[in-house]
């Protein structure tokens, strides 16, 4: 199965400072298939990026992912108070799928 | 407004059996693949199970292979999660989880925890 290691595994800024997050693959991901996630204490995961770097319906343009192969990243440029969370990555492309570790973005 | 409502969670010995429903609203069931993902206490996700849009294909994690059956009735909008021999390292919350067009899980239930133990 595909690991994925992301990190770090926790991130400290301030709102308005950008954030990237990476999420490493053990072998490459096919057709780019990796999304990426954001979980906030008490609620469901929330799916912000599919195929690494299509953003789902209503996500703000402050999210971006970019990466191929087994390189992906999670840009978030101006940091909201509301976007500290955990953040997963996952690659859909193999059985199983797999999620990485998280990071968590906290308020430095 | 598409919704997934996870029930049937709660306390259970090890060994002990529960069924996890997921119904499903808001949208046409057997149009989409479903899974159900699980996070243990402080931890990451984990894939469990999925099952086709019409039923005819499963697939199981290892660690839950021959214990758990995924099914579905497209005419009553709902998932199941059949969970047998349950052990402690199963307590988690269990989400369901549609697949949708680009594949990855666009709709999430708000999770239905699961607590084997003694």
């Known amino acids: 199965e595909i690991v994925l290691t992301q990190s770090p595994g926790t991130l400290s800024l301030s709102p308005g400072e950008r954030a990237t997050l990476s999420c490493r693959a053990s072998?490459?991901?096919?057709?780019?298939?990796l999304a990426w996630y954001q979980q906030k204490p008490g609620q469901a995961p929330r799916l912000l990026i599919s195929?690494?770097?299509t953003r789902a319906t209503g996500i703000p343009d402050r999210f971006s992912g970019s990466g191929s192969g087994t390189d992906f990243t999670l840009t978030i440029s101006r940091l909201e108070p509301e976007d500290f969370a955990v953040y997963f990555c996952q690659q859909y492309g193999d059985s199983p799928r797999t999620f990485g570790q998280g990071t968590k973005v906290e308020i430095k | 407004e598409v919704q997934l409502v996870e029930s049937g969670g709660g306390l259970v010995q090890p060994g002990g059996s529960l069924r996890l429903s997921c119904a499903a609203s808001g949208f046409t069931l057997s149009s989409y693949w479903m899974y159900w993902v699980r996070q243990a206490p402080g931890k990451g996700l984990v894939w469990v199970s999925r099952i086709s849009n019409d039923g005819n294909s499963t697939t199981y994690a290892d660690s839950v292979k021959g214990r758990f059956t995924i099914s579905r009735d497209n005419a009553k909008n709902t998932v199941y999660l059949q969970m047998n021999s349950l052990r402690d390292e199963d307590t988690a919350v269990y989400y369901c989880?549609?697949?949708?067009?680009?594949?990855?899980?666009?709709?999430w239930g708000q999770g239905t925890l699961v607590t084997v133990s003694s």
């Open positions: 989880a549609r697949a949708g067009q680009l594949w990855s899980h666009d709709y």
């Open positions: 195929d690494a770097s």
């Open positions: 072998q490459s991901v096919s057709s780019r298939h």
